[in-house]
């Protein structure tokens, strides 16, 4: 082996981590600085939980990667511990139905899940609150991407349920948090007037942090995650730049830590340098394009691969070679389409082609060849 330190190997006990979790996603962070009004602002809508009444409803909106999931995380996790309110969090992008939203709080409230030959809504909906009422229990539901539940039309009845729980079963206490990262969405205007007229939420809204309170909050992760003098001061800005450069989504600047350690440790460096950052953020760039992606259904799926073979094409020409594959109608190959364009991943504009009227032409928002690697 050479002596030449470049090309050394680090030994299996040499790391430039002190500890890898911290770059996990789901790594709840011990401050959450910079949050500090938003805190505020959801500790007060939700006081009145504490002290056995109805809290006040919420809507917290923001873009991605602005701790808003963490923020309700954290006060969740507070409530637990330190009061009787129970409090259940649902990932809308799994749960996108009414009844998978009350699915899972069933699950959550009696600790098994609801029997899986199914039962009705109805049926779904009273054993809850009959169980709060019973228990005389406040329970505060966080809709978590709530847009997902938009996008399949399913907002207005799963809020009307919740919100009117307290009528239908009297004295059942539930406060709802909503937490949307689509900003072109309008939550409140999205819904039918029969829930806006009781869905009056206090709005809470997480903006996007500045290069220096990026810097700031990552560097918790760099103390935390690595050894003393890996990351000097010189990465953490390059790294907070570029996370600002990228619509300021902290998991950017996470991930972009986390590859750029791994790669001065393939150099057998104890430090990491700039060009570890650089040359790790073709790939930190997209995360959201892989959250993304991976919860989509397979129909949805296939037809982001039939776009990427076809970018750029009309809305029909497409739908011909996507239903080679599928047995999916033009309405349903519509919705998904919006879907995919609220989500972001393509472009859905009208344009007028000749002869044949206005027709919609779609395009990936991203480079085929990273989506396609993603899929
Ligand atoms: N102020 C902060 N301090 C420390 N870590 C933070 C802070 N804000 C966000 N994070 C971290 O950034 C990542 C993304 O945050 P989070 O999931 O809460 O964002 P979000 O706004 O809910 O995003 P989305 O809308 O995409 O779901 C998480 O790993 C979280 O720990």
Redesign the pocket.
Known sequence: MSDDPEDRMLGWDESVFRDEHVFE?????E?????DTQMETLKYALRPAVRGSRPLNVIAR??????????V?ILFDELTAQTEVKTVRVNCQMDSTRYAVFSRLFAEIFDYEPPSSGISFKKLFSQITDKLVEEDEVLVVAL??VNYLFYESEASDTLYSLLRAHEAHSGAKIGVIC?S?DLELDVIDALDTRVQSVFRPEEVY?NT?GQAEIAD?LG?RVERGFNEGVVGPTVLDRVAELTEEQGG???VG?DLLRRAGMNAERRASRSVETEDVEAAYDKSKYVHLS?RLRELSDSETALVEVIAAHDGQQAGDIYDAFSEQTDLGYTRYSEIINKLDQLDIIDADYTNVEGRGRSRELTLNYDADAVLERL
């Open positions: 996603i789901d790594w709840l962070p401050t959450f600085k910079h949050r923001g873009p991605p990667g602005t701790g808003k999931t963490t923020a995380q978590d991407d937490v990262s997480f942090y909050i918790e989504d902290l998991r996470i959250r």
